[in-house]
């Protein structure tokens, strides 16, 4: 379970993230789209506490992120769109690093990597592997261990066809397993395909959130998924443009139970 | 094994893969030999009792080199820790972090330094005998807690600078304020204050530098602190005895208590 009670963000005087509210049930995807600069990542990295949240509060599996940020953690899988490890880290290290604090076992972290494809890269430094490949051991290790909270910042970047998939296949399988899922993209076809519940956001701001028919219905697009262009396309665009034109034209959507 | 134990070996594992350590322990090895070398044969080997002398030349060797290297190791560490983000969203204490990168640089640039004085100690052991040789193995335990400080110090200047650019300029401002610094304050001091009131404060100076504190330490192995100047005479004056149990707590300061800011920095960062 992930949750956000108006949790903000700003960086000095400027605001990245406006109070928002959010809550991801277990075995629920959620995703965020929004243009650069939406506070989509801001919202993931006060969630993984890497950044310190201006106000307001967060949960995972009920663990406060700021005052019980350790157990909050230790149910939490993250991928960072940095990636954030040196080029100089030998792959084995990484992976038993994170299979000792997560309390997993080695030959299962190993197992999980060849699963991964990279079974034959263990020797390997981080900065010798592909960007396909550090996005896959990544998307791997964020899942690694007893996780019932995967935060995905754009998890299908440097992927080709073949790890696209394996991305959608892991994020459906973390689903499967009781896993609350929210991940920031760009790449709509996928959101399209994995969220139960879109959330757009524009300027640090939730401008619009519901599911693909909710956020069409309210974009007043037909879904009825007609050739040229698939209609989430057209309802981001409607929507991040209506967020655009005015601060105060809150259009959301809140399903009430994941309110 | 708990995550701190595991991280902690992570960071020895890259510590170790590094190169640093490597050229630390071949350039302070051929250093500290070629020391030994030229402060043999300056006092004539026969005439030299054994480990005494060249320590003190050896000894200076260690508060020169090994500060600037600890301070800039530790800064660039420092710095680096801002591009961890994924280890910062494992479940471990951001502080834990910044101690386990101290302690892998410590391990690793102590081994470093065992190699080298180490050498030293074999040449001068061969050439001039053993006499004095426990007083060596003390000066090795005080050069390892002038390392220990400065690298703590240096990782310090680096959570705070951020960047490596900025936590090296600052680690090398830093450095020539401690080794240059403090003696001129000393200076300053012997000139402003009245006679005979000016030893605990000289004293207290001694101490507001590790690599001050360490050198006075240093010296007062081999009953060298006629050469440790007016802050070392000040030491003994107002101390005595107890003037190297307070020089090693000061180093111990030194090491403890930048550590824990740097640890309550970082954990208060974003990344």
């Not at chain 1, 399988?173 to 757009?200: C, K, P, W």
């Not at chain 2, 892998?104 to 053993?130: D, E, F, M, R, Y």
């Not at chain 2, 100076?205 to 240093?218: F, Q, T, V, Y």
């Amino acid at each position: 379970m992930i949750r956000l009670e108006q949790l903000q963000k700003s960086y000095g005087a400027r605001p990245a993230l406006e109070p928002i509210t959010l809550a991801v049930a277990p075995g629920e995807v959620v995703a965020l789209v929004g243009p650069n600069g939406a506070g989509k990542s801001t919202t993931l990295r006060s969630l993984a506490g890497i950044v310190r949240p201006s106000g307001g509060h967060a949960f995972i599996a009920g663990h406060d992120v700021v005052t019980d940020s350790v157990a909050a953690r230790s149910r939490l899988g993250y991928l960072s769109q940095r990636l954030g490890v040196p080029a100089s880290t030998v792959v084995r290290d990484l992976v038993r690093l994170v299979a000792s604090v997560r309390g997993v076992a080695p030959a299962m972290a190993v197992q999980t990597l060849t699963t991964a494809g990279l079974g034959d890269r263990l020797r390997s430094t981080f900065g010798e592997l592909s960007g396909g490949q550090r996005q896959r051991l990544m998307i791997a290790l964020a899942t690694l261990g007893p996780v019932t909270a995967l935060l995905l910042d754009e998890p299908g970047i440097s992927l080709d066809a073949e790890g696209s998939e394996e991305v959608r296949r892991a994020i459906c399988e973390a689903r499967d397993r009781g896993t609350a899922v929210l991940f920031a993209s760009h790449q709509l076809h996928d959101v399209a395909l994995l969220a139960d519940r879109i959330v757009v956001m524009v300027q640090g701001r939730v401008v619009a959130q519901g599911s693909l028919a909710e956020l069409a219905q309210a974009a007043g697009v037909a879904c009825d998924g007609a050739p040229p262009e698939p209609p989430i396309e057209r309802i981001y665009r409607i929507l991040v443009s209506r967020g655009r034109d005015s601060a105060a034209s809150h259009l959301t959507l809140v399903r009430e139970d994941a309110a | 094994m708990s995550p701190t134990l595991s991280l902690c070996r992570f960071e020895l594992e890259a510590a170790l893969r590094g190169r640093t350590a490597s050229f630390f322990a071949a350039g302070f090895g051929l250093a500290s030999v070629a020391v030994a070398l030229v402060g043999l044969s300056a006092g004539g080997v026969l005439a030299v009792q054994g480990f005494a002398r060249t320590s003190v030349s050896l000894l200076e060797l260690v508060v020169w080199a090994v500060p600037v290297l600890a301070l800039i190791t530790g800064a660039v560490a420092g710095a680096d820790c801002h591009e961890l983000e994924f280890t910062a969203s494992l479940p471990v204490r951001r502080a834990h972090i910044v101690f386990s990168r101290w302690l892998a640089s410590t391990l690793t640039l102590g081994a470093a330094l065992l190699v080298g004085l180490g050498s030293a100690g074999v040449v001068i052991g061969l050439l001039a005998g053993t006499a004095d040789g426990w007083r060596y193995l003390r000066l090795i335990g005080v050069a390892l807690l002038i390392l220990a400080a400065t690298l703590a110090l240096g990782l310090w200047i680096g959570v705070t600078a951020r960047t490596r650019l900025k936590a090296v300029g600052v680690a090398v401002a830093v450095w020539f304020v401690l080794i240059i610094g403090v003696d001129l304050a000393a200076i300053g001091a012997l000139a402003v204050l009245p006679p005979g009131n000016a030893g605990p404060w000289l004293s207290a100076l001694l101490m507001a530098s590790p690599i001050d504190s360490g050198r006075a330490l240093g010296l007062s192995l081999f009953h060298a602190d006629v050469v440790a100047g007016p802050t070392g005479a000040a030491l003994r004056a107002v101390l005595g005895k107890a003037g190297a149990w307070a020089l090693t707590a000061a180093l111990i300061g030194w090491t403890v208590v930048p550590l824990t800011l740097a640890g309550r920095q970082f954990s208060r960062s974003d990344l």
